[in-house]
C-alpha cells in the first residue's frame, strides 16, 4: 500500500540529557534534581548524589555520542530529540554568566547530528532544573524562576540559532502538577503544598513557556517552537454516563495545557475550577499579556491509555505518570502500561480537532527487560519482535491520522538508544534499537549492540513508511 507520510516527515528518536549523558559533575555541569533521584519517582530523594543513581554514569552518552549519533544516521533519522541539562549552561540556574564547557559539549553534539544531515530538536526543560534551584528558591514556587529560565533560554536560542530549528519548552509540562521536585524543583513535600502554591508553580512555568516562545519567534525566526505534553489518553470504563462524564472531566487535566498553549490564555472550566476550590495563583496582566504567544506546533507522548470510572471497584493499573482503570480490551507491558495502539490516533485526532496546530510525537515506544542474545554474526543482539510489533501498530495509526488530513510533522520514538528509565530509574527498562549493556547494578561495559528493530526501523524510514505491515 502506498504510504500517506509526508514526504519531508521527520523520522527519528528521542532521548534526555538526564537518562543518557551521564558525566554529572563534569565540565562545571552543576547538580540537577535528577542526581539526587536514584530510584525516579519510586523513592525519596537523597541528600547528595549516591553511587546506586544510575544517571551519574548514564549510558556515557556524555562521552560517546559521536558513535551513538552515527548509528542513529545509520538508521536513517531524520531528527534527534534530546534535552539540554539546564545545570551544564548555568550550574546554580540563578548564575549570570553560562558555562562555556557546557555550551561547547552541546555545539559539537549539535554539529555530529547535522553532519548527518540530521535536525536537533532541543526540549529545553526535560525533568534536570538545577538543584541549587530547589534548594534556594524551591524551585518554580519562585517567579524568579522565569527570569533564570528566559536567561538561560535567551543564552542557548543565541549561541544555537544557526543550528537547532525545532525547539520545545517544557517536557511534559502537565506533569508538575504530578511531580513537583523532579518537574518544578520544588523541594516542598507535595502534601505540604497548598493547591494555591502548586497551581502558582504551573502558571509560572505556563508564563515562561509563553515568555521562552516570543523570545525563539523573535531570536530564531525560521525555527519552530512547540509545547511538549504528557498525552494521557482516557477512555469511560463503561458507557455508564457516570463514567463519560468522569472521563470528560478527567481529559481536562491533560488538554486545558495544550489549550493555554494554543489559544494563549487559560480555559474558562480552569478558572471555574480555581474558584471553586479557592485556589488564588499569582496572575498578573503582564503575565496574560505573555500567555499570548502561543506555539508553532503541539508535541506530546503518547505510550499507552487508561480507563475512568465513576465506580471505585476496579482493576487498577498505572501508565506514564498516570493512574486508571485496567481495560479489559487491552494487553499490559510488565511494568502495567496498557497496549493500545488506536489510542494514538484518538489522540492525534482530538489535538487536531481541539486546537487546529500541526502536531509532532515526540515520545512513544515499549519498555520491556530485553535479553542480548547470540547473534548469527557472532556478535550479539536482542531479538525484540515485540517492540517492533508495538512500533508497527502505532505507526500504521499515526498514518491512519495522516490520511484523515490531520498535519503530522514527525515521530521520535522515546528512548532510540537504551537509557535509564524517568519513573522507575532503572537501565532493565529498555526502549532502544540499541542495547547498551549496563545494569541496574551499575556493572556493564557500555558497549552497544543493534537489536532486531534496528534494521527494521531503518526500512521503515527508508521507504518512508512503505515497509510498514499493515
Ligand atoms: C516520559 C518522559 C521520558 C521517558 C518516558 C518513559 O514521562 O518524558 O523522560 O522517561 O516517560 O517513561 P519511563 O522512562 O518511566 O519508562
Redesign the pocket.
Known sequence: MQSKFPKNFLWGGAV?AN?CEGAFDEDGKGLSVQDVLPR?LRGARTEAPTPDNLKLVGIDFYHRYKEDIRLFAEMGFKVFRTSIAWSRIFPNGDDEAPNEAGLAFYDSLFDECLKYGIQPLVTLS??EPPLALAQKYDGWLDRRTISFFERFARTVFTRYKDKVKYWLTF??IN?ILKAPFMCGAIQTDRERLTESQLYTAMHYQLVASAAVTKLCHELIPDAMVGCMI?GVTVYPLTPSPDDVIKTMLRDRETYQFAHIHARGEYPSYLLRYFEKNDIHIDITDEDRAILKNTVDFISF?Y?SSICESASENAAMTGG??SKGFINPYLKSTE?GWQIDPQGLRYTLTKLYDLYGLPLFIV?NGL?ADDVLTDAEDGGKTVDDDYRIDYLNAHLVEVEKAIDDGIPVLGYTS??CIDIV????AEMR?R?GYIYVDRNDDGSGSLRRYKKKSFSWYREVIRTNGESLER
Not at 528509565?421 to 522507575?424: D, G, I, L, R, V
Open positions: 534526555a537518562q525516579g526535560h525533568y517536557n511534559e506533569a504528557l507522548s505510550y506514564n505518570l511494568w515520545e519498555g522515546w528512548g528509565s524517568a519513573s522507575t527498562k526502549y
